[in-house]
């Protein structure tokens, strides 16, 4: 049970570590030191905002893309290694190929007793959008594979494996909604996802889940030049951290899942569970500038889950709420060391497991207080995309129900891209 706790708030907390930057105040005609090379790459740095789905356009969402992470404590230590790539490019003019890839490696325990999860998915997407008087909308569906293997080894020499294949599919629709005059948008989705999982080793197994889903997500459309041609102009002069500014950071989004699960056994005909699932997580950060290079920040996530057995009264419901104030400060200089900051916060939060059934509730609770503190990076490679590097500490506690703590700490590192508006 701690376990699972732990891992929760450590998905949370790294979750809302910083690493996608949005700001005010920028000027597009303003002189650049690089405007001699702006001279050539002048049509392809500019974007013109008429169709995010114009071809040669590419399309990422606001995502982490390498995390590391190492923690060690009363509860058994923990390495985890994951990197995720999502993207999409026009092919032609409304028509759209994608690749959303991840992969993720953890090492819990010791000698004496060690868990390896190794994962990865490999999915591949067809989108096809339209833009009409500013209105867009398009509609898309991924399919792909992938794979989860655990591994459980002890001293004693006793190893075990399970492996999970997994075939998802899915479709959406879609609509961008531009903010400001950059290339960034608001997307809420709507759409149908279908998942199914066989265990490697019993063919008989089988679990499906399948329902719909609404989510909303910050990301952007950009053509190569927009990513590559340009330079950074220099921090302070373009406002990026100056009183005032306000920085929305990663990550920023709402999900929402409904849908049925049904998990069987000998093909169904021995045994079987058929189940109704809610999920949801809502996580939103924000920085604002409230003297040139000095910001508060604040981030906050509520996510959970409720499962319902069908046919009986048996249910399950979890939740998380995490908070975390946060302050950060820029290197109070001109030129591109203004990019170097350094934060550090306090946040609270609590989960809760309850299950139902007969007429009677177990419930268990846990308390989380974090300390954190690093230092970050942003790199701007054009005025409003960036690549983002961060390292940070953080120790935990968590307070079960009886009132016992349990005190683990490490290092996160991350890297990420940004953009800004």
């Known amino acids: 049970m701690r376990k699972s706790v732990l891992f929760s708030y450590c998905f949370a907390i790294a979750m ?38 114009s071809q040669g356009n590419w399309n990422f969402k606001l995502k982490r893309n390498i995390k590391y992470s190492t923690f060690s404590g009363d509860d058994p230590d923990d390495d985890d290694l994951g990197a ?3 993207t999409k490019y026009f092919v032609a003019e409304g028509f759209g190929i994608g690749l ?25 997407g067809l989108t096809y959008g339209k833009s009409f008087n500013g209105f867009n909308v398009f509609v898309e569906g991924w399919g792909g594979i992938g794979s989860e293997k655990n591994t459980y080894s002890y001293s004693g020499g006793t190893d075990s494996e399970q492996t999970t294949n997994r075939l998802k599919f899915s479709g959406a629709l ?15 989705r709507i759409g149908y996802s279908y998942l199914i999982e066989t265990d490697k080793d019993d063919e008989n197994y089988e679990y499906i889940e399948s329902g719909p889903f609404l989510n909303a997500k910050l990301e952007f459309y950009m053509g190569c030049g927009d990513m590559f041609c340009a330079y950074d102009d220099g921090p302070m002069d373009d406002g990026r951290y100056e009183q005032g500014a306000n920085h929305f950071v990663f990550p920023t989004f ?12 000998d093909g169904g005909e021995n045994y079987g569970n058929e189940n109704s ?24 996530t509520v996510r ?33 060391m203004n990019n170097l900051f350094i934060e550090g916060g306090y946040g609270l939060g609590s989960s809760k497991s309850t299950t139902d059934f007969s ?8 308390d989380v207080s974090v300390i954190k503190g690093g230092i970050g990076l942003n790199y701007f490679a054009y005025r409003n995309f960036a690549f983002s590097l961060g390292v940070h500490y953080q120790q935990e506690t968590v307070k079960d129900d009886n009132d016992v703590e349990y005190k683990n700490s490490g290092i996160i590192g991350s890297i990420g891209a940004a953009v800004r508006f």
């Open 16 to 53: 809302l570590s910083p690493v996608y930057v949005f700001s005010q105040d920028y000027d597009p005609n303003q002189p650049s030191a690089f405007d001699w090379l702006d001279e050539e790459n002048d049509e392809s740095t500019t974007f013109d905002g008429n169709s995010p789905f």
């Open 84 to 86: 995720h790539l999502y």
């Open 100 to 124: 959303n890839l991840a992969y993720g490696n953890e090492k819990i325990g010791d000698e004496s007793s060690m868990q390896k999860v190794s994962e990865y998915s490999l999915q591949a």
């Open 174 to 188: 879609g609509f961008p909604i531009r903010l400001g005059e950059n290339p960034i948008y608001f997307t809420p």
């Open 254 to 265: 709402v999900n929402l899942k409904l849908g049925n699960a049904k998990e069987s056994y």
């Open 277 to 300: 699932i809610t999920k949801y997580n809502i996580t939103l950060s924000d920085y604002q500038y409230f003297v040139n290079n000095l910001a508060f920040g604040l981030s906050g």
């Open 304 to 336: 959970g889950d409720m499962t319902e057995v069908k046919d009986s009264d048996y249910k399950t419901t979890n939740t998380t709420f995490f908070v975390m104030p946060m302050l950060r400060g820029n290197l109070p200089v001109y030129g591109f």
């Open 359 to 366: 007429g009677s509730t177990t419930e268990f609770k846990n």
